[in-house]
């Protein structure tokens, strides 16, 4: 899953802000896994680190890590 976008004015929306904090080291989250219906949150670190297995068993994937280069 990626961002999404409203066409008519071409806005990011991001859903997750600086209090979803990553499952594995508190760091701020910017990918969003949903797993056996829970959500697990992860930095850009740890989600890369889980992202091959977690896809394979995710029923959606966020990921807003591209918010880091801006």
């Known amino acids: 899953m990626s961002i ?3 066409a008519e004015q071409g806005v990011l929306e991001h859903r997750l802000t600086a ?3 990553c499952d594995s080291c508190g760091a701020q989250a910017y990918i969003a896994a949903e797993v056996n219906g829970s959500e697990l949150l992860f930095c850009a670190h740890h989600g890369r680190k889980y992202e091959e297995k977690l896809r394979a068993v995710a029923t959606s994937w966020h990921d807003e890590t591209d918010r880091l280069l801006a």
Do not use: H, K, V, Y
């Open 19 to 21: 209090a979803d904090r």
């Open 4 to 6: 999404s976008t409203t």
